[in-house]
């Protein structure tokens, strides 16, 4: 059985034992939990809409390992159009939780280490790809969700890993064993990861040989010994805890993110990729980076057709919508959400075959994929805000507009054409102030500005990658300049 169905997924993730706390407590039954179990909806919905035939072709896919049809999100891309199809596939999901669906660091991690374990092992004659491959048959078959942890707390930006006051600040090695290695420190903002069944960890950084200890990568799962998770706060988080589904704005489905503590995680030999090979973390980072910075060019956008959407029917709710303005402004919002898809499918159709076989996205592009996520959205949410008016901030909660006092001057006052109830009104606003300054803001705009890497590390990649040399030389050849 390579595909899980969606309650399948719950039940699997219910079974395992994890270590969970927020506002200071652990928590017990954390699928239960009112704030949390929107997010678990949320990576649920990769799994109910590959059992849809008009979703197959996207959302699965065939294992170049067993030959088995997988879920797509646990896929080693084969071709430009696998890179592609992730993209649409992204895009997909956005548009059917409006919110992030976390299981794709899962699989840009899986490529990512697929190709450089491949690399490494050329190199030092290790086993690393053959431990990967085998972990990778495991998490297809099985059909799980995979974490991808790579961002360190990181302590003071200005120093190495092994030049921090609290040695910890930067996940480690701090034994090396017969049967395995014991790994200490944290990895920060994990999206998902108690939603997913193991989690694959990388370096954050390029590294230099005093950093070796800190060139690590393996798998462990989310259960085991040692490891522990502190939930986020979200922007008004606890409106999930009260009584009402109108003021959340999107009821069921949320992201999830959480520090992730590995206080001396004992790793098995067959789970590690990575054991001091400080000369290719460097090219771990760039690769997931990259992979991570071509999904934003799906998932964004499928979030921005939502916003976009009920920015168009608030506009019609508060009988604006044929005003040429408001017309222009969400052709706006359209071109600026296509411009970012473009951003996803060029990448992705530029992708190249690496070393082991499977598919890289062009690296400049996916970079500056992520370089327009850093502004696009921001903008999308401003027109957003624009179009539907103070009424996103101002409004009265469920419970002034169910009261029978005064429910009926809710009612009265905040309706808007004749023929839209003001609870639907107030609906599509809340939706809006969700995507744009609640929970999900965390993915539709802070995210798209700090997440697969805050904007200048892509301006490093974009002055790596683009080549001012060759330009240089096409101008000096067109004025006749010799030298
Ligand atoms: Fe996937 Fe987007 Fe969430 Fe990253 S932010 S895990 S690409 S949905
Ligand atoms: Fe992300």
Known sequence: MALMTGAEYMESIRKMNMQVYMFGKKIENPQDHPILRPSLNSVRMTYDLAQLPEYKELMTATSHITGETINRFTHIHQSTQDLKNK??????????????????????????????????????????????????????????????????????????PHEQDDPDLFLRVVERREDGIVVRGAKAHQTGILNSHEVIVMPTISMGEADKDYAVSFAVPTDAKGLYMIIGRQSCDTRKMENTTLDVGNEEFGGVEALVVFDDVFVPNDRIFMNGEYDFAGMLVERFAGYHRQSYGGCKVGVGDVLIGATAVAAQYNGVAKASHVKDKLIEMTHLNETLFSCGIACSSEGTKTASGNYLINLLLANVCKQNVTRFPYEIARLAEDIAGGLVVTAPSEADLRSPEIGAVVEKYFKGVSDVSTEDRLKILRLI???????????????????????????????????????????????????
């Open 87 to 160: 993209v649409k596939m992204q895009r997909l999901c956005g548009q059917k939780t409006a919110a992030c669906f976390q299981r794709c660091v899962g699989m840009d991690s899986f490529n990512a280490v697929y190709s450089t374990t491949y690399e490494i092992d050329e190199k030092y004659h290790t086993n690393y790809h053959e431990n990967f491959k085998k972990y990778l048959a495991y998490c297809q078959t099985k059909d799980l969700t995979i974490d991808g942890a790579m961002t360190d707390p990181k302590g003071d930006r200005s120093k190495a």
């Open 433 to 483: 102030e969700n995507l744009t300054l609640g929970t999900a803001a965390v993915g539709y705009r802070t995210e798209s500005m700090h997440g697969a890497g805050s904007p200048q590390a892509q301006r490093i990649m974009i002055s790596r990658q683009g080549n001012l040399e060759m330009k240089k030389e096409l101008a000096k050849k067109i004025a006749h300049i010799k030298a």
